[in-house]
């Protein structure tokens, strides 16, 4: 029942210096799911994030929709329709949230395009409404994870990469996380998920794909991933 896929990769492969970060990796990311992307610390998943984001510079063949990725500077690979967060969440204490926002966009020469109830609906969606008036250093870490988040959506992307969303967040605030996540996939916005709280993967997720030591080790249903005895293994393991 997953759509077609709006994101592919095919053989991508990172290296730095000697080390082989993502060893051809293909893997489709279906539109309008939230696919987790899960795997023990250095197995590469941050670096397949910013293969796609083009923070790395990678081999093999990535598409979104009918664009081909490969080669373009970020900023073109975000017109095409990206957004994504990164790990360490910056934000301008001392601006609103909303500012921090604006911020964000003409960062990236697109402020002139942003519209006020664009801004408004995101804000809703993400339970900002209350609070994107209010300096971003008042708030909890859970709702500065919602601000780096709304600053990907106000470009519009069709796909949205989060790279652990849920770090520093406890559980009841990444339950809150996770409502939300599904609120922006109900309004046909594609999710690529690296995390690292399963619980929060196993709720949300409509897809896992699962790699270790840069390769790709298992793809399915939440429930085929939680049952796969070798990722069991690969959390428990050598690594
Ligand atoms: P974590 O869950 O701990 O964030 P990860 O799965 O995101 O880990 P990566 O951060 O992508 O893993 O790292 C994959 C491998 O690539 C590791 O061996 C790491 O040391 C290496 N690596 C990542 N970035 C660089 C870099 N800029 N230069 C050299 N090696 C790097």
Redesign the pocket.
């Known amino acids: 029942e997953l759509g077609d896929p709006v994101l592919s990769l095919r053989d991508v492969s990172v290296r730095?210096?000697g080390?082989v970060?993502?060893d051809g990796v293909t893997i489709s990311v279906p539109s309008g799911a939230i696919v987790g992307l899960i795997?023990?610390?250095?197995?590469?998943?941050?670096?397949?994030i910013?293969a796609i984001s083009g923070f790395?510079r990678s081999s093999g063949v990535i598409t979104l929709g009918s664009d081909t990725l490969d080669g373009l500077r970020s900023h073109r690979r975000i017109r095409a329709g990206l957004g994504r967060t990164f790990?360490a969440i910056e934000l301008y204490d001392d601006l609103s949230v909303r500012e921090n926002v604006l911020v964000g966009l003409s960062g990236r020469g697109m402020s002139a395009g942003v519209d006020e109830a664009d801004l408004d609906e995101i804000f809703a969606t993400l339970g900002l409404s209350a609070v994107s008036e209010v300096a971003a250093g008042e708030l909890s870490q859970g709702q500065r994870q919602l601000v780096s988040i709304a600053r990907a959506l106000a470009g519009r992307p069709r796909v949205l990469l989060l790279d652990?969303p849920a770090g520093g967040l406890d559980t009841t605030e990444s339950a809150w996380l996770g409502e939300r996540l599904k609120r922006i996939r109900d309004t046909g916005i594609t999710i690529l998920l690296?995390e690292?709280d399963m619980s929060l993967v196993l709720a949300i997720c409509d897809r896992i794909e699962v790699?270790n030591f840069?390769r790709l080790l298992a793809g399915g249903a939440p429930a085929e991933i939680r049952g796969d005895p070798a990722v069991a293994e690969a959390y428990l393991g050598t690594g």
């Open positions: 730095y210096g080390v970060a993502v795997g023990p610390n250095g197995a590469g998943k941050t670096t397949l910013d790395a790990q652990e690296v690292h790699l840069g």
